[in-house]
């Protein structure tokens, strides 16, 4: 089974100052990753994901996250956000077996705040 | 591209009751997942349907079931509402096989409040 930690509940960031998110995860076997955001009153958005290839990956929005097997984190980073980037992120994992939709596993999120 | 579609978006209910949630994929997309969403347990699978078979199955009561047709879309039920039930139900939608990739695609979802 896999598990997911996201160290922060909630983050407060000033305009345009850069940002992470952390997120660590347990698993015994391979896994892909995978970062979503929630707008207020919505359901989920794919910002990134880490199948395989390089650790670097970047996503929509300015965001990256960089895949650290041996720290078994995938934390988020954006160099400078907006008011607008203000919301609930969710960190999740699947078990990357390839061979179907399994169910993921998600953080408990962590609620980043924009402050002006 | 049409996103997923979930009806109806609000419902309020009664403890003993029971409802029928509706989520639409995507076209072409033949696995349909549920996941409940609430402040305390944060995001928890329910099940995933693919070909109008359950494949996967969280930990949840009996109550919760659930149900794919021949066009993908996909029913969740769950009976003698408790409430503890109230939340939001997510329905995402993804591609499966090959070409499979491991993203889910997520509807608006369905807020239930169980009074």
């Known amino acids: 089974a896999q598990s997911v930690t996201q160290l922060d509940s909630q983050v407060p960031v000033f305009e345009e100052a850069p940002v992470e998110l952390r997120c660590n995860y347990s698993s015994s076997v391979s896994v892909y990753l995978f970062w979503y955001v929630q707008y207020p009153n919505q359901g989920l958005q794919l910002l990134l994901k880490y199948l395989s290839g390089s650790t670097l990956v970047k996503g929509i929005n300015g965001f990256e996250a960089e895949f650290n097997k041996s720290q078994t984190s995938f934390h988020l980073r954006k160099p400078s956000v907006h008011i607008s980037d203000t919301a609930e992120y969710f960190c999740a994992v699947s078990r990357g077996s390839g061979g179907g939709a399994d169910g993921l596993t998600f953080g408990k999120g962590t609620h980043l705040i924009i402050q002006p | 591209k049409a996103g997923v579609t979930q009806t109806p978006r609000y419902l309020i209910k009664t403890r003993g009751q029971q409802v029928t949630l509706s989520c639409s994929p995507i076209s072409g997309h033949r696995s349909v997942s549920w996941y409940q969403q609430t402040p305390g347990q944060g995001l928890q699978f329910l099940f995933e349907?693919?070909?109008?078979?359950?494949?996967n199955k969280g930990n949840f009561p009996g109550r919760f079931s659930g149900r794919q047709f021949s066009n993908s879309r996909s029913e969740m039920n769950v009976s003698t509402l408790e409430l503890g039930d109230s939340a939001l139900y997510l329905c995402?939608?993804?591609?499966?096989?090959?070409?499979?990739?491991?993203?889910?695609?997520f509807g608006p979802g369905t807020r239930l409040t169980v009074l």
């Open positions: 995402a939608s993804s591609l499966r096989g090959t070409l499979f990739v491991g993203e889910q695609f």
């Open positions: 349907y693919f070909s109008e078979t359950q494949r």
